[in-house]
């Protein structure tokens, strides 16, 4: 799978996505990733991309020329179309199951706004989903893009070193994970609870999803509706 992020701030895409899992699964040729400058594709000579809003208000949007330029050298690139996500606060929440859909596409193309985001014109022609982390507001779309980009990677098969892994997480089947444990048997007084040192692996089985549901419960009844 490809990732194209086109954003102001390549370096810090490239930063943020070359170490631990991630950066192996590029190293090992399981994923790709190409952060695009859209500096490079404006057609002002100072690299302006930006400008203030029709109508007034704060801030600066940024202009679409070079968003759109930026997209169209990938697509004449590759010579077609790529689904182009942009992150914003005004688009669906960001979950598991968006993940697991995006997994399966081949490339996918991530827009990064900044400022008051992105003249409304490039988005209507070139952005076919709207996508947002959460109900809060960030400087840009960087870190969302960087979110997605590792929930996303970590369903391509291989890139997890235990791909069943994903199936027992957070969000699978609408369940939050059970607790997890380690050595020693006992920390600060608090033991492991037994049924995890029994061998028994149906009734271990059996407890991790009662803990689930019971954690689902307690902290996101919502996902039990």
Request: net charge negative.
């Amino acid at each position: 799978m490809k990732f194209y992020i086109l954003t102001l701030f390549p370096e810090m895409v490239e930063d943020g996505l070359n170490t631990s899992i991630i950066g192996r699964a590029v190293e090992n040729g399981l994923i790709e990733i190409e952060a695009i400058n859209i500096r490079d594709y404006t057609i002002d000579k100072h690299k302006k991309v930006d400008d203030y809003p029709y109508g007034g208000g704060a801030g600066m949007v940024m202009q679409a020329q070079p968003v759109y330029d930026t997209y169209m050298s990938i697509v004449e690139r590759v010579g077609h179309k790529i689904p182009c996500v942009y992150l914003t606060p005004q688009g669906k929440t960001f979950n598991q199951k968006m993940a697991k859909e995006y997994s399966e596409l081949d490339e996918v193309v991530l827009l990064c706004g900044h400022y008051e985001g992105i003249d409304e014109r490039v988005l209507e022609e070139i952005v076919t989903d709207y996508v947002s982390i959460g109900d809060y507001v960030l400087t840009g779309g960087e870190l969302p893009a960087m979110i997605m980009v590792d929930a996303i990677s970590r369903l391509v098969p291989g890139v997890l070193h235990n791909d069943d892994s994903t199936s027992q997480e957070s969000f699978s089947n609408n369940l939050l994970e059970y607790p997890q444990y380690t050595r020693p048997e006992e920390w600060n007084g608090k033991k492991v609870p037994e049924i995890l040192l029994s061998g028994n692996h149906a009734k271990v089985d059996e407890w991790r999803h009662e803990q689930s549901v019971l954690r689902t419960k307690a902290n996101r009844p919502d996902l039990l509706n």
